[in-house]
């Protein structure tokens, strides 16, 4: 019944062929995400089909508003990429050279020019840049995606960076202008809802990849290249977080982030200027106080926090 | 009273603080404000006399088919479903809330259908393929559905969870922005 109504509404390189409400777009994000659920649930062997039903529910939500050209059909792969990428910018300020020259295209302004001339369609260009950004990427992070150590204040930025002409909002509940040609924004429920759905279904996947028995699972639409490991989860859970903030998923992706080795420290400057060193453990306490700040009484938070303290010596500040 | 007090009570109007509307104890009042005595005393004769007016106009009987249900009065809500269902065959709101009260009768085979039905005409119909989804599986894949549980990988000793929750069954109104709904033929209620 799902497959039917999909059939129905989407074409397979996911443009609608019926007009659905703006208001309505997260509940077929929903059936793509209840397609996904009833297919792992059938079989454990189905996880490759689940995970390219959640990918289309996602991708859903990212393009413009119909009708848009081919260079904006955005995919996952597009969606990851893209976001890779807007995280160096964050966090580095800058993009490293060998990514910089995949992002570049003939007689096309340079990824400077455009980002000294913002806004920047990082998406149309990462895409229009094929697998070449995903392979410098890779060739960045050593055979993996970059290990992208964001603090929650500059997670929240990544939106804007996606999609600057929707000021950070999902494109595709967006409405074109016809005077202007311009992108109007959706009411605020609308904005959270189907941010709150993208959001799940990012929170989702991140889930099922980090069972380790779908390790070596092959993501759809990224072929064999991009293989599951801690910075993919990583991307998905900023995504997620950046779309629709809770106190779980800071703590999620607090115990994700404690993860990661103590020897990979990053030197970044915070919104006041100052330098500071980070590493997995640093970061994540930076994720359990935000989550904390949502909700003070989370109990996971409070007892992953003192144990984080604990495990840095901190013993009394573990107690409290 | 009952509707003076629901006028009184209506969200947004700005209510004066530090006054008593309600003589205290007056529980036999406060229970006049219940949606079931609301629906059955001023809804459902309103309706009915709406439909005397207007026995052919489909929004005030999916109204009154729905009031029906909500009262629990299943069979005539079915009637009236059918009855809207011969003025316009292609009604999917009809359809739908059919399958719905359906359901509540226990005949899951027969809500399927009508909710199908619905289906066919209109594939965004987004409450039909909810009800319909929950009603076809086993309870135990159902609350997959309804409850997803996402849980991190642990650290250290501790055990964190994540839950997100989808709308349960309901029944509800919607209105298109219409200023006059009796004219207006997107005007329904169904059921989510």
């Known amino acids: ?320 | 009273m009952a509707y003076a007090y629901h006028l009184y009570d209506t969200p947004g109007s700005p209510r004066p603080a530090g006054l008593t509307p309600l003589l205290v104890g007056t529980t036999d009042v406060l229970s006049a404000l219940s949606t079931k005595s609301l629906y059955r005393h001023q809804l459902l004769p309103f309706l009915s006399t709406l439909r005397a007016l207007h026995p052919r106009h489909i929004p005030v009987l999916l109204l009154l088919a729905c009031t029906l249900h909500a009262l629990g009065d299943y069979q005539t809500a079915i009637n009236l479903n059918y009855e809207i269902l011969t003025i316009d065959p292609g009604c999917v709101e009809a359809m739908s809330n059919l399958g719905t009260t359906l359901k509540a009768l226990g005949q899951e085979d027969q809500a399927y259908e009508w909710w199908l039905n619905a289906l066919r005409i209109r594939p965004t119909y987004w409450d039909a393929v909810v009800s319909q989804t929950h009603v076809r599986l086993p309870s135990d894949i159902s609350s997959h559905l309804i409850r997803r549980t996402t849980s991190s990988a642990s650290s250290s000793t501790l055990r964190r969870t994540h839950l997100t929750t989808i709308t349960a069954l309901k029944l509800t109104h919607r209105r298109c922005a219409c200023a006059n709904p009796l004219s207006c033929k997107s005007y329904r209620t169904t059921a989510v």
Not at chain 1, 21 to 32: A, C, I, S, W
Not at chain 1, 301 to 316: A, F, I, M, P
Request: proline fraction near 7%.
């Open chain 1, 1 to 320: 019944m799902c497959e039917s109504v999909i059939v129905q509404v989407v074409q397979d390189d996911g443009r609608l062929k019926l007009p659905v409400r703006v208001d309505e777009m997260h509940r077929l994000q929903r059936v793509f995400f209840t397609t996904a659920t009833l297919r792992t649930l059938i079989s454990p062997q189905g996880i490759s089909s689940a995970i390219h039903d959640h990918w289309r529910a996602i991708e859903i939500a990212i393009r413009p508003p119909l009708p848009y050209a081919d260079d904006q059909c955005y995919s996952m792969q597009d969606l990851l990429v893209g976001t890779c990428v807007a995280g160096l910018m964050i966090y580095d300020g800058q993009i490293p050279k060998e990514i910089m020259q995949s992002l570049s295209l003939e007689s096309q302004p340079t990824i400077q020019e455009l980002v000294r001339r913002p806004p920047l369609d990082l998406l149309r260009r990462v895409r229009a840049s094929g697998d070449r950004v995903l392979n410098s990427l890779l060739n960045y992070g050593e055979g993996v995606l970059p290990t992208l150590l964001l603090l929650p204040d500059q997670v929240v930025h990544l939106p804007s960076v996606l999609f600057p002409f929707s000021l950070g909002i999902s494109p595709a509940v967006c409405t074109r202008n016809e005077h202007t040609g311009l992108l109007d924004p959706p009411s605020e429920r609308t904005r959270q809802k189907t941010n709150l759905m993208t959001s799940m279904v990012l929170l989702t996947v991140a889930k099922k990849l980090q069972d380790e028995s779908v390790a070596t699972v092959c993501l759809p639409g990224l072929g064999d290249r991009v293989n599951v490991g801690v910075s993919l989860l990583i991307l998905l859970y900023y995504l997620a977080l950046s779309l629709s903030p809770s106190s779980s998923t800071y703590n999620n992706l607090g115990i994700l982030l404690c993860a990661i080795p103590n020897s990979r420290i990053i030197s970044i400057r915070n919104a006041q200027g100052q330098k500071i060193l980070l590493n997995g453990p640093t970061l994540a306490r930076a994720y359990y106080q935000a989550g904390l700040r949502i909700d003070p009484d989370h109990p996971h938070l409070l007892t992953n926090l003192g144990s984080l303290l604990k495990d840095q010596g901190r013993v009394e500040e573990a107690i409290e």
